[in-house]
């Protein structure tokens, strides 16, 4: 029985990987996110993902919103500090009986600030398999960015910014949106405004109009503006993060898209990130937790 | 010919009133806002709200998006500094020969940053006819507000804050919706988060999911979390503009919602505004237009 399944299961995507042993063999996803699904229809999507990969007996091992307490069964959060995948999996009762399925628990936060986060714990775990004793600080940039605070095996405390979702809320949503149009980038607009958010972040929602004027004024190009939008968010981020990042050793979890971003502005400010892709660090962080008693 | 139109034309929004001198008679509404309107269709649009105003010649003053680009006449925008209502005002052309047309201009500034604003210079023009020969800063609260510094009857300079729309959007398109609803408030919550945003300016994106996570963890009241999101966000403003109103004479111009709470914001720091309803100053700024050669 060394064939498994490592899932994925997010708020609005699924995805599920056929493992033998920590290597996924093959991938597949569907759009059937925990936000579409009842809890009785997880079973049944599953199966009718990944059916032909259920020979026998299997291991399915899943993390994400499916253990939200409005997915398939809540596994409720453990507080930190604690290990990454927490004090302990949920199993799930299923009616396939050669399904043997466990869902991650999502990590909380009581003080110094409220905090929840559900599907990093897995990344963290990977990355704590993947470098083994580290003690530093995990950057994981996303719709949520999460900064976790990880010494002697645990996660001692995180912070979440939603970094990723302002900054897509504000293309798509407010006046802004017709002077950021497109996919064009300004690396050095991007650092000069990562700078300046860190050396004045009380500018940072006072500027944002700026964006506006300055297409308006002076056509200024949307991929400029869009490259100021980001340095500012990231450099507020930065700027608040101080404290996690300075001195410290970091790695850096990410999509492909907002990684080199979270890079570039960290080593702008001497820090200069380890980076472990996401992906990997998801299947790893579920191989800890496939041996988990 | 004492007698004649004040009109407020927004992105949304149409607002005319008959005016006596300087006192609105009657005042009628309509949602044909510059945005769903072709150029030709502004004056059949105005007559079919207020022919029956128009007994003879007729004086039509206009303030606001109905002179932009895409609007009934473009209006340039004056550059300050200079007067409120800019270096002249924009004569429409009519098919209907008893009216007479002129818009007034918005406000454009290049330096020390890229600002516009079209319709609330309009407001201004207005705290300067009620308020002569006042020296200090005028707040325009709203979706985007305005902070104007106002010195010997002009527009000295001027900064936008988007405070409004960020508020909004934040509210109805992010996650943190689930755990903003409804009306309430908690004026303690709102003056605490203004004196957090004022003291450590850099934590504003970071605070943001700590609502969420109490709403999950502690069941945070939504009125307490509105409270904290506004006060992290005006006091955001403060922090920004803080070189405008400390130590100045501020006056306050704003719709009935929001103008108590950057009241009560302004007054947490030691500075007491004066408060001037925004239809007043539109209809005084309308009625100094109107006296323009």
Redesign the interface.
């Known amino acids: 029985m060394t064939r498994w399944i490592a899932v994925d299961w997010g708020t609005t995507a699924l995805r599920a990987s056929l493992m033998e042993g920590d290597t996924p063999l093959e991938t597949r996803a569907s759009d059937k996110g925990m936000n579409s699904l009842t809890p009785e229809e997880f079973e049944p999507t599953l199966l009718a993902l990944a059916d032909d990969w259920v020979a026998g007996p299997t291991e399915v091992l899943c993390c994400g919103m499916v253990g939200a307490r409005q997915g398939w069964v809540e596994a409720r959060?453990s507080a930190v500090p604690c290990p990454a995948l927490g004090t302990g999996l949920t199993t799930v009762p299923t009616k396939d009986p050669r399904l043997s399925v466990r869902i991650v628990p999502g990590l909380?936060?009581?003080t110094p600030?409220?905090?929840?986060m559900r599907g990093e714990e897995t990344q963290i775990a990977g990355i704590l398999r993947a470098i083994p004793g580290f003690d530093g600080v995990a950057c994981l940039p996303g719709t949520?960015t999460k900064w976790c605070h990880l010494s002697a095996d645990e996660v001692v405390s995180f912070?979440?910014?939603?970094?990723g979702?302002?900054f897509a809320?504000?293309t798509k949503?407010?006046?802004?949106r017709h002077s950021l149009a497109g996919d064009g980038w300004s690396e050095d607009a991007f650092l000069e405004a990562v700078s300046d958010a860190l050396s004045k972040?009380?500018?940072?929602?006072?500027?944002?109009?700026?964006l506006?004027?300055?297409d308006?004024?002076?056509g200024?190009e949307a991929g400029v503006a869009r490259a100021v939008l980001s340095g500012l968010?990231i450099g507020?981020?930065l700027?608040?993060?101080?404290p996690w990042w300075l001195g410290r050793d970091v790695v850096i979890t990410g999509s492909g898209k907002t990684t080199p971003a979270y890079a570039a502005a960290l080593s702008s400010q001497g820090v200069t990130p380890r980076i472990l892709p996401a992906d990997a660090m998801t299947y790893a962080g579920l191989t800890t937790a496939r041996e988990l008693p």
């Not at 912070?159 to 970094?163: C, K, L, P, S």
């Not at 949503?173 to 802004?176: A, E, I, R, S, W």
């Not at 700027?239 to 101080?242: D, E, H, K, P, W």
């Open positions: 959060y909380k936060q009581v600030h409220a905090d929840v949520h912070r979440t910014v939603m970094t979702e302002l809320t504000i949503q407010t006046v802004l972040p009380e500018m940072l929602t006072a500027r944002l109009f700026e506006r004027a300055a308006l004024l002076t200024q968010l507020s981020e700027a608040a993060t101080r």
